[in-house]
């Protein structure tokens, strides 16, 4: 197998361009906290960079890219990349060293557990953070990853489609939140006290970056320098556009165009195309971004009547956004984009939103359960969330000892 | 007899009311940032979807120590040109002040208000109030 350059130059650099899309998180999540859990929303993202880039060499990437036992995991040939090096692995990428498909991939494995922390910032006992995110790569990112993505996994077998983790990371994220937030209950004074964001700049900042970072995250998953790679970037674009506009309009409807609506309203979309970015045309793009938004922030308004505390709405704009997405796929793609995909509903296969319906509705409830279950045993054993006091005061003076600003 | 004036005024107004305070010769003051809420209860502001109040509210905090005979003066001042007459424009307080000391040259009283130009030297001088360059912002 003959490395192609292009090819491998442009995995690198995208690989780079998901990498700061976990600091921007950090920052996407930070400017929404109050004052004092700002240095803890910014660590709960960017320790997640530590954490998962070693669980990822050590075991992560076997579990989900080895060679498949039954379509359930992956076994254990790649255990601490043992083999893998600079000859390319056919069954993924067959024109880039196999080393740097394991490091693409990292940067997914690292920015998923992150989304989740939107869900319990404020109160999270950070050392059951390190040992859920642990955890919860293990027994819920890898084996998604695998039958999504992994060859012989029983997702990709069923036929369906996410073309950059619309499923594995998105869906899973989101859910898992739900479940979370619901084992841990509420930030104390909820729904009576207003937390007020501590800096919308920074979220702008961080939705910017997201932005750019997501090139990397759509277009890289093209694992090649093409013109896939480039319609992934073009409808990428077009998503975010479209339902960042959608969402304006929805909030000077109900108030005025608030600009914390409008950025996340360009995340929501970022979300929806992932899954359908190389298998869509920009056009399609621009009714999945256009959709996105109304679908998320109705999720946001329904989160709030139900009064569960699932803090900065990561179900409601990845877990949802993403459903979305997984089903847009089944009605938008199409084989004239992608030769290897599918043709979805709107391109006379309507099979293919079934297939998409149910894979989704598997992702869904298993990320829900084992999220469930992982988070209580968290807190029957070592807790989940500090104390009264110590939220009071917040998480970065209790927890860390520090202060964001003096 | 020393007296201090503490008004709380709206934020947009800030600069209106120190360039009316500095024509009349007004010299010393300090500004605080506070928040709090009177009558006007809360606002309502924009958020991801919807709305949520916050109830307390964005205000400055100007201090004042200035002798008796200026005080009516002073509060006629500051009221005309922080006033828009809807809800929220602020209140004006007057407390007795003890003593004033400067601490450069230990100035007790009356003589540590004193300043070059200030309302009580134009007074002595029988000058009216020059009028004071008008700032111009933007133009």
Known sequence: ?406 | MTKKIEAIIREERLHDVKDALRRIGIVGMNVVEVRGHGRQGGITLAGRTGTYQIDLLPRVQINIVLSDHNVEKTIKTIQDAAHTGGLGDGMIFVYPVEDVIRISTGERGHAALMYEGDIDTRRSNGVEAPNAKREVVGK
């Open chain 1, 1 to 406: 197998m003959t490395i192609d350059t292009g090819d491998t130059a442009w995995v690198l650099v995208a690989t780079a361009l998901v990498m700061i899309m976990t600091p921007a998180l950090a920052f996407f999540y930070g400017g929404m906290v109050r004052k004092k859990n700002l240095l803890s929303t910014l660590n709960l993202s960017v320790i997640t960079l530590s954490i998962m880039s070693i669980q990822w060499i050590l075991i992560g990437y076997t579990l989900a890219f080895g060679p498949t036992n039954s379509g359930l995991i992956g076994g254990l040939n790649f255990l601490g990349l043992t083999g893998v090096g600079a000859e390319p692995n056919a069954d993924y990428a067959a024109t880039i060293p196999h080393l740097l498909f394991v490091a693409y991939q990292m940067m997914f494995a690292i920015i998923t557990p992150a989304l989740i922390s939107g869900a319990f910032v404020e109160r999270i006992r950070f050392r059951a953070f390190l040992i859920f995110t642990i955890l919860w790569a293990t027994l819920v990112y890898d084996p998604v990853a695998h039958w999504v993505w992994g060859v012989g996994g029983i997702l990709r077998q069923m036929g369906a489609l996410d073309f950059a983790g619309g499923s594995v990371v998105h869906i899973t994220a989101g859910f898992s939140a739900l479940a979370f937030a619901r084992v841990i209950g509420p930030r104390k004074g909820f729904g009576r006290v207003v937390a007020e964001p501590t800096s919308i700049p920074f979220t702008v900042l961080g939705a910017g970056l997201l932005w750019m970072g997501w090139f990397g995250f759509n277009g890289g998953s093209a694992l090649g320098a093409n013109g896939l790679a480039v319609n992934a970037v073009v409808t990428t674009n077009t998503a975010a556009a479209a339902s960042g506009l959608v969402w304006m309009f929805l909030s000077w409807r109900d108030n005025k165009p608030s600009v914390l609506g409008i950025v996340t309203g360009m995340v929501v979309g970022l979300v929806a195309i992932t899954p359908a970015a190389g298998f869509v045309t920009p056009l399609s793009a621009l009714i999945i971004g256009a959709v996105a938004a109304p679908i998320s922030y109705y999720a946001i308004r329904l989160r709030q009547k139900s009064k569960l505390d699932e803090s900065l709405d990561v179900w409601a704009c990845h877990g949802m956004g993403g459903l979305w997405g997984a089903l847009a796929t089944g009605l938008f793609a199409t084989t004239t984009v992608n030769s290897a995909g599918f043709d979805g509903l709107f391109y006379g296969n309507p099979g293919q939103l079934a297939i998409q319906a149910v894979a989704a509705v598997i992702v869904i409830v298993f990320a829900f359960v084992v999220t469930f279950v992982i988070a209580k045993v968290i807190q029957r054993t070592i807790g989940l969330r500090v104390d009264e006091n110590e939220e009071e005061v917040g998480l970065d003076i209790s927890e860390h000892g520090e202060r964001a600003y003096a």
